[in-house]
């Protein structure tokens, strides 16, 4: 009797699809894991434990875990000494000059108002002999033209001189407090500069590595070959009951199937020319046929092998006539 393929367990294939795919990256990490070593260091790869999970079955799977050392060169690591060395003597120097930093900054800035005025009077001791010269001058010209002190001409232009004097003067003043005001700010930065300055250093120069050749490790279609599989198999019996049902269509000829591949419950119930006769069904007939009678080819074919007939479908008849003439 043909039975029909079992289909594969989507629990047990799944948990093989993942088995697999487990071990295909744990072949490309190793494959990947190059160890490298350069002029200025070394990158080594070592499994230093492993981890452990539950997957979605409840079994408790483990990985291996992986360090990756860089190591430095004697050269580099002796560089590295020193600097670090240099770096925490420069912390030390930034962390004792800070100190002083919080009631420095609690001071409100202010300008120095000294050096304001010393930069004003620099520039009004070049400027009052100046002036004074000017208005002389301008003094005899007027008079020399007839307008005389007193008038309200006189009174105009030595008006005006007076106001260019004085704009001159007040842009000395604030040339001054800008002045004063960038020293104040240089004075005020310094010390937070020497800090800064002193918290940074030079770095040690890390090893420089090439990127690790990556190779792809094809993953097995596991869960594809076993559907495959199965629709294979579906395919094959579906193509032994059609050739069943086109021998039950040929079961009406005279001499009928008698192999016992195409018989179902088959009992013995006597012999017949010395050969066992049988009680059967077909597969067939329905479970609830009449039972049929006859010969099993395998038995025929021993005493008798010319009364057995082979088809072209690979399966037995018996010439009953020849047998029972017999």
Do not use: C, H
């Amino acid at each position: 009797m043909v039975s029909s393929p079992k289909p594969p367990d989507p629990v047990k294939t799944a948990e093989a699809q993942s088995g697999m795919n487990r071990d295909t990256a744990q072949t490309q990490q190793l494959t990947n894991m190059v160890n490298q070593v350069g002029p200025d260091g070394s990158l080594i790869y070592n499994q230093t434990g492993a981890g452990s999970f539950v997957d979605s079955t409840g079994k408790t799977v483990t990985v291996p875990q992986y360090t990756a050392t860089t190591t430095l060169s004697p050269q580099q690591q002796a560089l590295k000494a020193q600097t670090d060395k240099a770096s925490l003597n420069l912390g030390t120097l930034a962390n004792e000059r800070s100190a002083f930093l919080k009631d420095y900054l609690a001071k409100p800035f202010d300008v120095n108002a000294d050096v304001e005025k010393k930069i004003y009077d620099l520039g009004a001791s070049r400027l009052d002999p100046r002036f004074e010269q000017q208005r002389d001058q301008l003094s005899t010209r007027l008079v020399a033209s007839g307008i005389r002190p007193g008038t309200a001409a006189y009174d105009q232009q030595m008006a005006e001189f007076e106001n260019s004097r004085n704009d001159a003067y007040n842009q000395l003043a604030l040339n001054g407090r800008q002045q004063a005001f960038t020293e104040a700010s240089y004075e005020r930065a310094q010390p937070l500069n020497e800090v800064a300055s002193l918290m940074s250093g030079a770095q040690v120069q890390q090893p420089t590595f090439v990127n690790t050749p990556s190779a792809n490790v094809g993953g097995v279609d596991y869960t594809g070959l076993v559907n495959n599989k199965y629709q294979a198999e579906v395919q094959n019996q579906n193509a032994a009951m059609g050739g069943l049902f086109g021998l039950a269509s040929a079961g009406i000829k005279a001499i009928p199937w008698s192999d016992r591949r195409l018989k179902t419950d088959i009992v013995a119930i006597g012999t017949k020319k010395a050969l066992p006769w049988y009680s059967f069904r077909y597969i067939w007939d329905a479970v609830t046929a009449p039972l049929r009678e006859g010969f099993m080819a395998d038995d025929v074919v021993k005493v008798m092998p010319a009364a057995v007939i082979p088809d072209p479908s690979g399966f037995f008849k018996v010439d009953y006539d020849m047998v029972l003439g017999a």
